[in-house]
Structures are given as C-alpha cells and as structure tokens.
C-alpha cells in the first residue's frame, strides 16, 4: 500500500494562488498515477487532475483547465497543483489519489481544505 499526505491548503482571496504538494510513502514503486480531487460541502467528489507517472501525461477537468497545473516529482515522490486565479466555486476540501498496479488499487489523503473568499 501506499501512504498519501497533503499540505498546502488554506484561505485565499478570489483571483489568488495556491500550490497543494502530496507526498507519498510505502510502495511508491507501483505508482501508475497521481491525482487530485476535490470535494465541495453537499457535493459529490469530482476529479481536478491527473499525472502519469511513468511519461508524465497530464489530464485536467474542464473547470480548472488554464488555471491549475498538476507536475509531479519522482525522485521525490510528489506531486503538486498549483492553483492560480482561484474563484469561491474551487472552494472544496482537495484530496490527493494514487493508483497502484497491478490491481489498479486506489489510494486516498487526508485533505486539505481550501476556501475561496470573495
């Protein structure tokens, strides 16, 4: 298995900036993926971002395209996302994944909130 743990997260004013770091431990060597999702108060989880951690091929939610940028660091065995121009509707509690093969197994962080003023 694999231990997630996220730090990063705090308050920000509309239009500010971010970076969320996520530091994984244990069997890094089955890492397929990193990711980070995001949960609003009342609203189902959804996904933000996504890194390769073999080619480093990114993915991103629509919403957050342009604004937040997802890199990761293998030595090191991080992965970051750097937030800019945040609106209140990024504010949500953000979970860091990892997806461990062979059995495609998912992991999950802590969470660190974020919040957006306006």
């Known amino acids: 298995q694999v231990q997630l743990v996220e730090s990063g997260g705090g308050l920000v004013q509309t239009g500010g900036s971010l970076r969320l770091s996520c530091a994984a431990s244990g069997r890094t060597f089955s890492i397929y993926n990193m990711g980070w999702f995001r949960q609003a108060p009342g609203k189902e989880r959804e996904f933000v971002a996504r890194i390769s951690w073999s080619g480093g091929s990114t993915s991103y939610a629509d919403s957050v395209k342009g604004r937040f940028t997802i890199s990761g660091d293998n030595a090191r065995n991080t992965v970051y996302l750097q937030m800019n121009s945040l609106e209140p509707e990024d504010t949500a509690v953000y979970y860091c994944?990892?997806?461990?093969?062979?059995?495609?197994?998912?992991?999950w962080g802590q969470g660190t909130q974020v919040t957006v003023s306006s």
């Open positions: 994944s990892a997806r461990l093969l062979p059995k495609a197994l998912d992991y």
